[in-house]
């Protein structure tokens, strides 16, 4: 039923669109991890117009489908005389679109950290920065890995939005690929465990890491 | 910036995309509806831990919730019509993938609700005289309910945001006939996709305030 030919026949193309994908999900990870970073400082920070975008931004985006992000930059990008290719629009809107999640995770980290804690660093006569940095932030590190470890996987599974326009990736090479064999059974079979390849050992990982950090308490 | 929001949200324009709304709406209720009661036939097999089936069913839970979303349905829509040799609507398979992912994150949820339950409470119940059955049904299951909320609406507003990816097999859901709209004219692409994602805002946002109110009230 698996005709396994494909996958020897056409590793290239297998190979191109995997390594796309990776390539996709790793710029957009680092993206959504800078942007969730900064928008999660705006919503925790005292100066109430950048809490009002903070949470507007949040609450927007996470409740939207991530193809209305890619197809703002998509189909937007000409409309501002701005000619994005699929790979890039695609990557910058995943990016923005996970920020929304990992701004979320990190707001809810610190928070969770009790305030008296805040309270004792800046009692001991640290600064606010050195009570984030040595305080506040260590703890809120172990609360906030596992749902990013979660938006990681996410991400690379959301990638597939790539193969919608044309963004080069396993979806986009799938489809050339069966546009030659027509045995769209198998073409997509071997997409699906390059896709496990990819996620499977990560949520491994994440969950190996959460135990690890449990433990650590 | 060219945007031209009469002319995308004219009313021929705008009974099209609700039309997709409408599309979109039927999607979601199915999925939602057959997945929740595939997950929690996935959940009590897997919480009773009966040999062989229940390792399967890690296997398979696993596999599914590791694919992405999009792969299931285009999948759904060309591979299995090929190989069982059967004819499936657009909409037929968007539900059907649907239901098979989500009943394999939806059953992630209903486990750890159930694993969240001490299991003195089930030997507390086996011990006063009902049976196993019983003890879930009257014990453990309306404890694991109120803990289930709050993570279910979240997944059933994900659910909702995933229809979506229906557009790939070309199902004239909500993003599709928003597509479609934006296509005549350039002018068309922003007040067209911001007018889509203002709908999908406004249902999944009242969803998750309901979540709130209802996490309130259950105090969880």
Same mark, same amino acid.
């Not at chain 2, 009469?6 to 009974?15: D, I, Q, R, V």
């Not at chain 2, 599309?23 to 979601?28: G, M």
């Given at each position: 039923m698996?005709?396994?030919?494909? *996958?020897?026949?056409? +590793?290239?193309? %297998?190979?191109d669109g995997?390594?796309?994908?990776?390539?996709? =999900?790793?710029? !957009?990870?680092?993206?959504?991890?800078?942007?969730?970073?900064?928008i999660?400082?705006?919503?925790?920070s005292?100066?109430?117009?950048?809490?009002?975008?903070?949470?507007?931004?949040?609450?927007?985006?996470?409740?939207?489908?991530? *193809?209305?992000t890619? +197809?703002l930059? %998509?189909?937007?990008?000409?409309?501002?005389?701005?000619?994005l =290719?699929?790979? !890039?629009?695609?990557?910058?809107?995943?990016?923005?679109?996970t920020?929304a999640?990992?701004?979320?995770?990190?707001r809810?980290?610190?928070?969770?950290?009790?305030?008296?804690?805040?309270?004792?660093?800046?009692?001991?006569?640290?600064?606010?920065?050195?009570?984030?940095?040595y305080?506040?932030?260590?703890?809120?590190?172990?609360?906030?890995?596992?749902?990013?470890?979660?938006?990681?996987?996410?991400?690379?599974?959301?990638?597939?939005t790539?193969?919608?326009?044309?963004?080069?990736?396993?979806?986009?090479?799938?489809?050339?690929?069966?546009?030659?064999?027509?045995d769209?059974?198998?073409?997509?079979?071997?997409?699906g465990?390059f896709?496990?390849?990819?996620?499977?050992?990560?949520?491994?990982?994440?969950?190996?890491?959460?135990?690890?950090?449990?433990?650590?308490? | 910036?060219?945007?031209?929001?009469a002319?995308?949200?004219?009313?021929a324009n705008?009974?099209?995309?609700?039309?997709?709304?409408?599309?979109?709406?039927?999607?979601?209720?199915?999925s939602?509806?057959?997945?929740?009661?595939?997950?929690?036939?996935?959940?009590?097999?897997r919480?009773?831990r009966?040999?062989?089936?229940?390792?399967?069913?890690?296997v398979?839970?696993?596999?599914?919730?590791?694919?992405?979303?999009?792969?299931?349905?285009?999948f759904?829509?060309?591979?299995?019509?090929?190989?069982?040799?059967?004819?499936?609507?657009?909409?037929?398979?968007?539900?059907?993938?649907l239901t098979?992912?989500?009943?394999?994150?939806?059953?992630?949820?209903?486990?750890?609700?159930?694993?969240?339950?001490p299991?003195?409470?089930?030997?507390?119940?086996?011990?006063?005289?009902?049976?196993?059955?019983q003890?879930?049904?009257?014990?453990?299951?309306?404890?694991?309910?109120?803990?289930?909320?709050?993570?279910l609406?979240?997944?059933?507003?994900s659910?909702?945001?995933?229809?979506?990816?229906a557009?790939?097999?070309?199902?004239?859901?909500?993003?599709?006939?928003?597509?479609?709209?934006?296509s005549?004219?350039?002018?068309?692409?922003?007040?067209?996709?911001?007018?889509a994602?203002?709908?999908?805002f406004?249902?999944?946002?009242?969803l998750?305030?309901?979540?709130?109110r209802?996490?309130?009230?259950?105090?969880?």
């Amino acid at each position: 039923m698996i005709d396994f030919t494909i *996958l020897t026949d056409h +590793f290239q193309e %297998y190979m191109d669109g995997f390594l796309t994908t990776i390539e996709s =999900s790793a710029l !957009a990870l680092l993206g959504c991890l800078i942007l969730g970073t900064i928008i999660a400082v705006f919503r925790i920070s005292p100066i109430k117009p950048l809490r009002w975008f903070g949470t507007a931004y949040v609450e927007f985006l996470r409740n939207i489908p991530v *193809l209305i992000t890619v +197809f703002l930059f %998509y189909a937007g990008g000409p409309v501002l005389h701005l000619n994005l =290719s699929g790979f !890039a629009s695609g990557t910058i809107g995943l990016a923005v679109y996970t920020s929304a999640f990992v701004a979320e995770a990190i707001r809810a980290g610190i928070n969770a950290v009790p305030k008296g804690q805040m309270e004792a660093g800046r009692s001991s006569g640290l600064s606010y920065i050195q009570t984030m940095r040595y305080i506040v932030l260590p703890q809120a590190f172990k609360i906030v890995i596992p749902p990013i470890g979660n938006q990681c996987i996410n991400l690379i599974k959301n990638s597939a939005t790539l193969g919608a326009v044309a963004g080069l990736d396993l979806m986009y090479q799938a489809d050339i690929i069966n546009s030659e064999t027509f045995d769209v059974f198998s073409t997509y079979i071997f997409v699906g465990i390059f896709y496990l390849v990819l996620t499977i050992p990560l949520s491994l990982l994440f969950s190996y890491i959460e135990r690890r950090l449990n433990r650590a308490y | 910036m060219d945007m031209d929001f009469a002319g995308a949200l004219s009313p021929a324009n705008l009974k099209y995309m609700m039309h997709g709304l409408g599309v979109t709406l039927e999607v979601a209720v199915w999925s939602i509806v057959l997945s929740f009661l595939l997950a929690n036939l996935i959940a009590v097999l897997r919480y009773a831990r009966i040999p062989v089936l229940s390792q399967i069913l890690f296997v398979f839970v696993e596999i599914v919730r590791n694919l992405p979303l999009l792969l299931i349905i285009f999948f759904m829509f060309f591979a299995v019509p090929d190989v069982l040799k059967i004819n499936i609507t657009p909409i037929q398979a968007a539900i059907a993938a649907l239901t098979i992912f989500e009943s394999a994150m939806i059953s992630e949820i209903i486990r750890g609700g159930l694993n969240s339950i001490p299991k003195g409470q089930i030997e507390a119940g086996r011990s006063s005289g009902l049976t196993y059955v019983q003890t879930l049904r009257y014990i453990v299951l309306p404890q694991a309910l109120r803990k289930m909320v709050p993570p279910l609406v979240s997944q059933f507003i994900s659910l909702l945001k995933d229809t979506s990816l229906a557009i790939i097999i070309s199902l004239e859901e909500l993003l599709r006939t928003t597509q479609i709209v934006y296509s005549q004219k350039m002018s068309y692409v922003f007040p067209a996709l911001i007018f889509a994602a203002l709908v999908y805002f406004v249902i999944n946002y009242s969803l998750s305030l309901v979540a709130g109110r209802l996490e309130k009230r259950f105090n969880v």
